[in-house]
């Protein structure tokens, strides 16, 4: 048993090394092709200037691939971003706490209402309507039961991985979801989002994945409100089925 499981491991490193590799010369090539056009460019754009003017193009500044054919979305977090201010927006809490969502959502969100956010690494930037506390999601720094409305967007499936310098933890993702239902206040309200798929899996040492089923559960006692959930381009109310991302709206029972 514990040859077959070595073997396996190796094997799923073997395959997971193949695919950096050819990640990586893929996207050398496409470096190479927009290097390419950038020299032909250069020298057409030079030409076209009137011979007593060399310094309109004496100063290079190279975009290398931003000439693609359609808008570079990452559909997931477009859908999640959206899916959580417009929810959020819905209910206009008086205040709000994120811990570890993307900022560009955390600092447009604050425009409408106040803001804290909470993360391990510093935000080296500042809005009059967001605050930032540095701190981990399995420690918060809050009361229980204080915070009204709080979201956590493709956080929890990283905790305990080493990804971001976290220490490791095999039961980091229940002890990061059970942190944060215990900071929210009875009747308060949760925006939840992790990686689904068909069963329970980790990919060590990027993110785990959970099965629809698992994740409502480790979200009791909350009634979820509404879910979403995205697989690529598409999105669901309902679980599709193999990989996805799953977004929660749960409300913490009132104290009575």
Same mark, same amino acid.
């Given at each position: 048993?514990?040859?077959? /499981? ?7 490193? #073997? ?11 893929? &996207? ?6 927009? $290097? ?6 250069? $020298? ?12 309109? #193009? ?18 997931? *977090?477009? *859908? +999640? ?13 008086? $205040? ?14 604050? +425009?409408?209402?106040?803001? /804290? ?9 500042? @809005? ?5 506390? +540095? %701190? /981990? ?15 956590? @967007? ?6 305990? @991985?080493?990804? !971001? ?10 002890? #990061? ?8 206040? =009875?009747? %308060? ?10 069963? &329970? ?13 698992? @994740? ?12 979403? *959930? ?7 109310? +309902? ?6 991302? #799953?977004? !929660?709206?749960?409300?913490? =029972?009132?104290?009575?």
């Amino acid at each position: 048993m514990a040859v077959r /499981t070595v073997t396996r491991g190796s094997r799923f490193v #073997a395959r997971a090394a193949i695919r950096g590799f050819c990640r990586s010369a893929r &996207n050398a090539r496409i470096a190479g092709v927009g $290097w390419l056009r950038f020299w032909r460019c250069y $020298w057409a754009y030079y030409r076209m200037l009137p011979s007593g003017l060399p310094s309109e #193009a004496d100063r290079l500044f190279p975009c290398i691939g931003d000439d693609t054919t359609s808008t570079p979305v990452d559909a997931p *977090y477009f *859908y +999640q971003d959206a899916w959580a201010f417009g929810a959020i927006l819905r209910e206009r809490p008086l $205040w709000h706490v994120d811990v570890g969502s993307d900022h560009k959502y955390v600092g447009l969100l604050s +425009q409408v209402m106040p803001v /804290t956010m909470v993360d391990l690494r510093p935000l080296p930037v500042s @809005l009059r309507e967001l605050s930032f506390v +540095q %701190g /981990t999601i399995l420690d918060l720094p809050f009361d229980a039961g204080t915070v009204p409305s709080l979201s956590c @967007l493709c956080v929890v499936e990283h905790i305990g @991985l080493g990804r !971001y310098g976290d220490p490791l933890q095999p039961d980091g993702t229940e002890r #990061a979801i059970a942190e944060l239902l215990r900071v929210v206040q =009875p009747g %308060g309200h949760l925006y939840l989002s992790a990686p689904v798929d068909d069963c &329970n899996r980790t990919y060590f040492n990027a993110h785990r994945a959970f099965t629809d089923a698992y @994740l409502r559960r480790r979200l009791e006692p909350c009634s979820i409100i509404s879910a979403l *959930y995205i697989y690529g381009r598409r999105t669901s109310e +309902q679980p599709m089925g193999g990989f996805g991302t #799953a977004c !929660y709206h749960a409300q913490k =029972p009132d104290a009575g």
